[in-house]
C-alpha cells in the first residue's frame, strides 16, 4: 500500500507545472550559482528539453565523463519552484 501510494504521489508530481526552476550553474573558479528563471511547463520537462549531456573526450582524474551544459554553460543540477532568501 505504501510503495502504491508512493507512486502516485511521484507520478502526479511530474505532471505539475511550475513557475520557476533553479539552475545550479558551474561558475570558471569552481564555485557555484544559482540561478532562477519562470518556466512554462514542468520543472522535469524543461529539464530535459534543454539540458545537453556530451561526453569528453579526454577526462582528468576524477573528472565525470560527460559535460552537462544549459545554454552551453557547465551545470550540475536544477531545484524546482526554488524560495529565495536574502
Known sequence: MGVLLLF???SSQKSLSYDNIGIIFVNGDGSYSL???????????????NLVIIEREITEEFQNMYQHTIAGKD????ICNPTLTE
Request: hydrophobic share 50%; with cysteine.
Open 8 to 10: 502516485l504521489i511521484l
Open 35 to 49: 540561478i532562477v528563471k519562470p518556466i512554462d511547463t514542468s520543472c522535469d520537462a524543461w529539464w530535459e528539453d
Open 75 to 78: 551545470v550540475i543540477g536544477h
